[in-house]
Nanobody, 126 residues
Framework: QVQLVESGGGLVQAGGSLRLSCAAS????????VAWFRQAPGKEREFVAA????????LYSDSVKGRFTISRDNAKITAFLQMNNLKPEDTAVYSC???????????????????WGQGTQVTVSS
């Protein structure tokens, strides 16, 4: 059974930092792409960051580029999202996603991912 479990969310003041973790089980994580998406209240879920298993390329949304960093530790079967200089507009439920065989053009698309975590709440106060 495949599971992705996020942790590390919480309440932080604007300008602060959080590190989200996504622990995977039941998949050959080293061969899978991993991504983070977020959904703010009343809004659609949006792409945040992705890391390709094939090329090692990393993609970010324009809104987080330069502030967030996606990484993975295949030995620990865990992906991370380091979030610095957080802003109130970063408030959302953050979910990790993973898929094998995803192509480059699909990395930003929710439909490209097979497995999803339950999400972790990040709240940034002003």
């Amino acid at each position: 059974q495949v599971q992705l479990v996020e942790s590390g969310g919480g309440l932080v003041q604007a300008g602060g930092s959080l590190r989200l973790s996504c622990a995977a089980s039941g998949i050959n994580f080293a061969r899978y792409a991993v991504a983070w998406f977020r959904q703010a209240p009343g809004k659609e879920r949006e792409f945040v960051a992705a890391l390709s298993q094939r090329t090692g390329s990393i993609l970010y949304s324009d809104s987080v580029k330069g502030r967030f960093t996606i990484s993975r530790d295949n030995a620990k079967i865990t992906a991370f999202l380091q979030m610095n200089n957080l802003k109130p507009e970063d408030t959302a439920v953050y979910s990790c996603a993973s898929a094998g065989g995803i192509i480059q053009s699909q990395l930003r698309s929710q439909s490209g991912y097979t497995y999803w975590g339950q999400g972790t709440q990040v709240t940034v106060s002003s």
